[in-house]
């Protein structure tokens, strides 16, 4: 049975909001909250569902231009949100993903990384919920990385920093975006259904599961003799 030593990678990314933890419905209900408290501003269902899957840097440019009344910098805006989700939380609670504790559990002989759209602080934020703050060796969030996804930069930079090649780092993703994003960069993507309640399209994934109890090193190393034949 294919083993960390044996296995076709050296490190595993994480999305974290739909790969990990449903947070992404809190999130927005947070924005939502926050603009109206904050700005006066109601903003529009899509304008929740864009959210999914996409960093804070693409999220502002949208509402910037769809709401001129916004006078928020995106720094404000994360940090209103933030303050908002402690609230929503506390009312609705957080959805820990099947088989997300177990996953990160499952790879723990290499370096491990989270990879994600949010801030910093709605990431600390869900692993505290998740229990595994103290568990990566690194961390990347909206403001580490210049562009966000579907560009490459989060990805290939959490690669560099853990000096792992990024052809041997496994992606694991639920957003179109993130998706894209793993492959532009190069790395050895999987798609999880299980936190995909928005109907992503998940197609440009080489594999795509139901949950992250099925990514194993067996999967991998079916996934690496596949790519090699």
Known sequence: MPSPQTAPISAVLFDLDGTLVDSERESAEAMARALATG????I???DRDFIIGRS???ICERLRERYAQITWSRAELVAATAQAREGVFAEQGITILPGARES???FAAIPRAIV???SRVEAAQALEALGLASEF?????A???PRSKPAP???AAAAEALAVPIDRCLIIEDSTAGIASGLAAGGLVVAVRAGNFHGQDQSAAPVVVDTLDDITFDLLAEMAARKAG
Do not use: I, K, M
């Open 116 to 118: 994600t759209g949010s």
């Open 44 to 46: 529009a269902q899509d």
């Open 137 to 141: 060796d690194l961390v990347l969030a």
């Open 153 to 155: 930069d989060g990805y």
């Open 143 to 145: 403001e580490d990385y």
């Open 104 to 106: 990160v559990a499952r």
């Open 56 to 58: 804070w840097a693409a």
């Open 39 to 42: 700005q006066g501003v109601e």
